[in-house]
Structure formats: C-alpha cells, structure tokens
Nanobody, 120 residues
Framework: VQLVESGGGLVQAGGSLRLSCAAS????????MGWYRQAPGKQRELVAS???????KYTDSVKGRFTISRDNAKNTVYLQMNSLKLEDTAVYYC???????????????WGQGTQVTVSS
C-alpha cells in the first residue's frame, strides 16, 4: 500500500492550498484517513481526520479554515486549506488505516510528506 501526496507549495498568508493524497495497492477497505503536520522543532500533530462514513475532526487551530474530504471511489483524501497563516508552515503527512486485501489485516500507512510554506 502506498500513499502519494501532492499539492504543497509556497503561498502568501491569507491564501489557499489544496492537498491531495491517493492510496494505491492491495486495498480491501480504507477506514479512517487524516492529515498530520510537523513544523521545525515541533512534534507531529493531527490536523484533521475523516472516517469512512464522513465524520470529521479538526484540531482547534484550523477549525473554520481547513476542510478535509475524501473520495472513496478514488481512495483519495483532500485537505482544503484557506486563510493560511504563517504558523501553518510545516510538512504535511497523510495517513490512512487500510485493511489489506487477502490478509484482511488493518495497518496505518503514511505518505512521504509535502511541504507547505506560508510567507508574509
């Protein structure tokens, strides 16, 4: 199973970016999906998560600005980031809890990370 992220980059404060993360491989089912971020010198933190049924959760600092969504047919999760702030600068990682085909064992998988830089 592989998770491939895209959509990071450099944006001015107040701008928007949309991150995408596509899962591929021997997938039977994907349970929850989510986005974490890690800023320099800080611990990795959960930004947003979404269940297979569409229930979402957000860390307080992004509520009202970020929106997580998923396309189950495409095994893809998105993170729409609006009103970006300097403190949103970080490497963003997607994660998914995947039930692997044939084995039916669930495990957490991670993407390689994508840099988001917000400038003033």
């Amino acid at each position: 199973v592989q998770l491939v992220e895209s959509g990071g980059g450099l944006v001015q404060a107040g701008g928007s970016l949309r991150l995408s993360c596509a899962a591929s491989g021997s997938i039977f089912r994907i349970n929850s999906m989510g986005w974490y971020r890690q800023a320099p010198g800080k611990q990795r933190e959960l930004v947003a998560s979404i269940t297979s049924g569409g229930t979402t959760k957000y860390t307080d600092s992004v509520k009202g600005r970020f929106t997580i969504s998923r396309d189950n047919a495409k095994n893809t999760v998105y993170l729409q980031m609006n009103s970006l702030k300097l403190e949103d600068t970080a490497v963003y990682y997607c994660t998914a809890n995947v039930v692997v085909a044939f084995t039916l064992i669930s495990s957490d998988y991670w993407g390689q990370g994508t840099q988001v830089t917000v400038s003033s």
